[in-house]
């Protein structure tokens, strides 16, 4: 077993009981579900959870709404599917990230999706006006969205093409060419954070900050047609990403068809990704804390790691966002702000843990 599988199945600086596979997934299940409970009662409109019945019962019968009717349908509903699905997208994409490189540490942003997402939307907000300004007036707030999701995919083939050789993808070079082309796209950024004006600039910071904020029905479905799309195709590569941990040599022996994989792969994180990150904006640390915090329950197979790192993922977007809308009411903390401050902790313990396994 290779340095990287090994790490990948060990149970690191936290010790943790392991669950059979299914046990795990109706666990992750039962919490979703109060999660969602929880969090639908949540935020500077409170609704208390006795009431939440009451509220489901009167939709769509005809009479006019009540206050909590209309909050609930048309504010917390759709942000409430929108955490979850974005959340299912990026622990989905955290997993088969990890998969890939062989590395517990790998995260969605080393392909370059929300690297490119993020300078193509700072590229909209600060210049958009002068380079298409006849775009928003087509295309009105799906403007940002479109050009934020085409930013993403487009620095993702980028970096792809640049990992192509003779032999065909290797994920080294992948790496090496995500870390230098999204140093490029943070760079990009911070010109762009020069020439903005104080609107733009808050404008662009509020975005690379990440919210569920700005959801609705319309967004909500896009990201969770493309995150189901993920999901069913993604779910599929769990036995070749088995085989896979054991190094490429041995998976090719037992019959993986090893470049389709890598390529399905990151056609998939980076669908996913895109399409979360273009609607939400940056939420980082769900793709790498998610994933391993499956495997410390239920080890590595990815039969159960990928549907259990996208349920966990729901539920650590839906608490980060139910907290960040309800700790400085009636102001809203951003999103991003919150998942960093629980993974960078995390992530931190786990860069910990790898480098004592390796004295």
Known sequence: ????????????????????????????????????????????????????????????????????????????????????????GLGLAGALMQGLFRNPLADPGLIGVSGGAALAAGVTIVLGSVWFPDLPRAMGSWTLVLMAFCGGLSVTVLIYLLSRGEGGTRVGMMLLAGIA??????????????????????????????????????????????????????????????????????????????????????????????????????????GLVAPHMVRLLAGPDHRWVLPGSALLGAVLVLLADAVARTILQPAELPLGVLTALVGVPFFLALLRGAAGRRL
């Open 1 to 88: 077993m290779t340095q990287a599988a090994a790490v990948a199945s060990s149970p690191g600086p936290f010790r943790a009981r392991r669950l059979s596979g299914s046990a795990l997934l109706l666990w992750l299940a039962a919490v979703l579900i109060a999660t969602l409970l929880w969090a639908s009662g949540q935020g500077a409109y409170s609704l208390p959870l006795g009431a939440l019945p009451g509220v489901l019962m009167g939709m769509g019968n005809g009479a006019m709404q009540s206050g909590a009717e209309l909050v609930f349908f048309n504010i917390r509903l759709p942000r409430l599917v929108l955490g979850l699905v974005a959340g299912a």
């Open 181 to 286: 082309v999204n140093a490029l796209a943070g760079a990009g950024l911070g010109l762009l954070n020069f020439l903005a004006t104080d609107e733009q600039l808050r404008n662009l910071q509020f975005w690379l900050l990440g919210s569920l904020g700005g959801a609705r029905w319309s967004a909500v479905a896009l990201v969770g047609v493309i995150t189901a799309f993920a999901g069913v195709v993604g779910l599929r590569l769990a036995r070749a990403l088995n085989a896979l941990a054991l190094g490429e040599a041995q998976a090719v022996l037992l019959g993986v068809p090893i470049e389709r994989v890598k390529q399905t792969a990151i056609v998939v994180t980076a669908l996913a990704v895109g399409a979360v990150t273009a609607t939400t904006g940056i939420i980082g640390f769900i």
